[in-house]
T-cell receptor, first 111, second 116 residues
Framework: GESVGLHLPTLSVQEGDNSIINCAYS??????FIWYKQESGKGPQFIID?????DKRQGQRVTVLLNKTVKHLSLQIAATQPGDSAVYFC??????????FGDGTTLTVKP | GAVVSQHPSWVICKSGTSVKIECRSL??????MFWYRQFPKQSLMLMAT?????????EQGVEKDKFLINHASLTLSTLTVTSAHPEDSSFYIC????????????FGPGTRLTVT
């Protein structure tokens, strides 16, 4: 069946370093992807999105890369801060707004 | 920005009772809302799509008679967990899609349900 998964369940980085979180998806027909950040006990928070007609999109300190050839998505966080510590999910979203979430990567930022 | 609220934020109930969770879009209208369930250290799993004025669409494996969804207005959807059991204990999260806006979904803060 269709699924969205993450390569690594945990990631630990030093404050100030760059972080890269990866995601693999299996539905080649997917055309919209979103990265979310979820802090403990809270709902997901939108970070950045990308459509399949793009291969890169940049936001404030974040960049999402999409490689449709290998069905891979990544989130890069520049100058990672302690406040970035959270669980990060990629989600594949249909035009109807229905999202399939990956397993999540726990990012821990060490001061 | 768009805000989605949930009420209650947490609830403890006894096995066999029913619990209603509300999801409200505070500053926008949403014809479509989504209900997710998240177990500890797991991902969000879509339970159902709530459509204003019509029946909800449930995902495979989700019992529609157990998880009753009502989307009576463009700003409110409710999820009722009927005859709750300890295995229904979970974090329930809703999201709403802005009728006028982009494809972005706005998530609520979640409701922690504990069934004893």
């Amino acid at each position: 069946g269709e699924s969205v998964g993450l390569h690594l369940p945990t990631l630990s980085v030093q404050e100030g370093d760059n972080s890269i979180i990866n995601c693999a998806y299996s539905n080649s027909a997917s055309d919209y992807f979103i990265w979310y950040k979820q802090e403990s006990g809270k709902g997901p928070q939108f970070i950045i999105d990308i459509r399949s007609n793009m291969d890169k999109r940049q936001g404030q300190r974040v960049t999402v890369l999409l490689n449709k050839t290998v069905k891979h998505l990544s989130l890069q966080i520049a100058a990672t801060q302690p406040g970035d510590s959270a669980v990060y999910f990629c989600a594949e979203t249909t035009n109807a707004g229905k999202s399939t979430f990956g397993d999540g990567t726990t990012l821990t930022v060490k001061p | 920005g768009a805000v989605v609220s949930q009420h209650p934020s947490w609830v403890i109930c006894k096995s066999g009772t029913s619990v209603k969770i509300e999801c409200r879009s505070l500053d926008f209208q949403a014809t479509t809302m989504f209900w997710y369930r998240q177990f500890p250290k797991q991902s969000l799993m879509l339970m159902a799509t709530s459509n204003e004025g019509s029946k909800a669409t449930y995902e495979q494996g989700v019992e529609k008679d157990k998880f009753l969804i009502n989307h009576a207005s463009l700003t409110l959807s409710t999820l009722t967990v009927t005859s709750a059991h300890p295995e229904d204990s979970s974090f329930y999260i809703c999201s709403a899609r802005d009728l006028q806006g982009t494809d972005e979904q706005y998530f609520g803060p979640g409701t922690r349900l504990t069934v004893t």
